[in-house]
Structures are given as structure tokens and as C-alpha cells.
């Protein structure tokens, strides 16, 4: 298989990030229903004994050393991590970059589903009477951000502040956890890939961004994701054939001039193809056992 072109991968990454953007904002639900969503969800957890928010969001309250890492951490990692993985993958993995690529983008646009018809007032929204304190609110003076999540100081506005459920700060610190994981020869990469879907989780409970269960439902979008990377590869290779079929239909000059060789008979300096790859791509994920064809030459 072909190795993708940065410039084309970049371009399409863009594409993507920028409609997953614009849907944020395009998805923002009222007020009063994000926080019923909010409240409901709180309750669900308090029933399960899963609000591990309240504790995690006390200690970061109480200890700047943590809560201030940690909001410099939601506020850049996100952004961070996942383009240097993509990068990472591309470059030492060709193989297996555009499935990995595929699952990303797949489990992203599930999750702008989830921000459409879930719109979730997070913990640090919700009336103080709850117990939640927003922590990059309280330690803003510290770094670029405002009282307004994680955006810049004065652009709060282009921010969707109800796009709790489900978190993708965990979907894709747990999407750069298994690339670690699996494609990461030094150990010192794997324990990385298990560490980062990890601190993270605790880092959005800590900071009151998202509740417990935002966490397991990004993970979630992520499983779903993965089932659907081999289907979306079929239809995207499926589409590109079409393309490809159309423009070969176009005549092609001959350039032989009538003269052909007999059987057995090789052109002088006439050598055998192979293709050889760093990789075996990937259909889909975790992996696939399919091999390239190896053309003949005759």
C-alpha cells in the first residue's frame, strides 16, 4: 500500500477538526436541560457509589501543586499528545497509520453525536450548593485560560461548555494509550500508553470538567470507533476505486512502438519488482494478518 501524503493527511485531519468544531458549537443545548443531564448523571453515580469526583475535586481544591499541573495538563495535553502520536505513527508506523487515523476520526465524530443529543452541564458548572469548585477558574491567574473551561482568556464564547458527555479527553488519551501500548517497542513508551488514558481520567474528575461516567462513556465511543474503522476503511478504499476506475478510462499512449518481446524474453536491464514495507498496513484495529501482494514481473 501506498504510504499517505503528510500534505493530503493534514489537510484531511484539518478538514475533520474543523467540522468537529463548528459542530461543538452548532450542538449547544440550552441551559436548563445540560443541567438536568448533569444532575441526572450525578445522581446515577451517587446510587452506584461511583462519584469519585467530589473527593479527587476536594483534594486538587485544597493542594495548588496538584490542581495547577493538572489544569495545565487538561488545558494542552488534549491538543498536545494526539497530533505527536498521529505524527509518531505516520512516521515510524506507515503501516498501521491509517487505520489508527481512521479510528480516531470515526470515534470523534461519535462523540460530536453524543455532544448533540446529551448536552451535559459538567461538575464545575453545576450551583455551588453541590460541592464542586472549578478549578481552573480559581487558579487562572497561573495560565492562559479564564473562568470559561479551558479556552483562551476572552474567547470563552467560541467554547461549547456543555459538551460534558462524553469526554473525549479521556477517548483520546486512551486512543494514544493503546497506539503507545502496541506500537511502542521501548518500555518506557508502553508504560507511558498505560499511564496517560489513566492520569487523565483522574485529571478531569480532579479539575470538575467531567464526571466519572463522561470518562467510561469516552471510552466507549472509542470501542464503538474501533468496530467501525473497518467498515469506514471498505467505503473509503470503495470510494477511491470509483475515482481511481473513472480516471483510467482515459487512453494511454503506447509506448512499446508495436514491437513485443517473446515468452521468457526480458528487456536488457529488466529486473524483478518487489515491494517491501516497514509495516503491514492495517485494515482495522488492534490488527489484521493481511499481506501486501507482491507483483511479478514477466
Known sequence: MRKPRWWAELILIGVVYAAYSCGRLVARGDARSAVDHGLAILDLEKALHLNAEHPLNRLFTETPALAI????AYASLHYVVTPAVLIWLFR??????????????????????????????PPRLLDAGHGFVDTMAQFSSYGWWGAEASAPRGMGAMTNQYAAMPSLHVGWALWCGVM????????????????????TTVIVMGTANHYFLDAVAGAAVMGFGLLLTAPA????????GMFGSAAGREDRPIVSGGWETSAGERIPGQRSSSTSADDTPDRGLPCSS?????????
Not at 503507545?180 to 507511558?192: H, N, V
Open 69 to 72: 499541573p493538572a489544569d495545565f
Open 92 to 121: 515510524r508506523r506507515p503501516g498501521r497509520y491509517r487505520a489508527a487515523r481512521t479510528w480516531l476520526m470515526v470515534s470523534t465524530l461519535l462523540g460530536l453525536i453524543g455532544f448533540t443529543l446529551l448536552p451535559t452541564c
Open 180 to 199: 503507545l501500548w502496541r506500537y511502542g517497542r521501548a518500555p518506557l513508551l508502553k508504560a507511558l500508553g498505560v499511564a496517560y488514558p489513566l492520569l
Open 233 to 240: 476503511l471498505r467505503l473509503a478504499d470503495r470510494v477511491r
Open 290 to 298: 493481511e499481506a501486501e501482494s507482491v507483483g511479478k514481473a514477466r
